[in-house]
């Protein structure tokens, strides 16, 4: 049984940082790209950003770029969400999810496999 858990969620104050992480079991991801998506109610799931299965491409959404760092560890089955100068429109439920090819796509129903998300609320 194939399982994503994310952790790292919480309360941080704007500007702070947190750190996601996004562990896989139950079968290896070789060749799966994976990203991370973020959703907040009333709204559409969004691409935060995507790493490939070497981990030397990624991609991300303008909105993070040049404060979150996307990275993954082969090894350990697991992918992490770096996150600073946070603020309070980064607020919403983060899912990581893995995709079977070595493209990196934004469209969430491209993903095969999703976590159950973990919460990450800036306050101002």
């Known amino acids: 049984q194939v399982q994503l858990v994310e952790s790292g969620g919480g309360l941080v104050q704007a500007g702070g940082s947190l750190r996601l992480s996004c562990a896989a079991s139950g079968r290896t991801f070789t060749g799966y790209t994976m990203a991370w998506f973020r959703q907040t109610p009333g709204k559409e799931r969004e691409f935060v950003a995507g790493?490939?299965?070497?981990?030397?491409?990624?991609y991300y959404a303008d909105s993070v770029k040049g404060r979150f760092t996307i990275s993954r560890d082969k090894a350990k089955n697991t992918m992490y969400l770096q996150m600073s100068s946070l603020t309070p429109e980064d607020t919403a439920a983060y899912y990581c999810?893995?995709?079977?090819?070595?493209?990196?796509?934004?469209?969430?129903?491209?993903?095969?496999?999703w976590g159950q998300g973990t919460q990450v609320t800036v306050s101002s």
């Open positions: 999810a893995a995709h079977p090819t070595f493209t990196i796509v934004t469209m969430p129903r491209a993903y095969d496999y």
């Open positions: 790493i490939n299965w070497s981990g030397g491409c990624t």
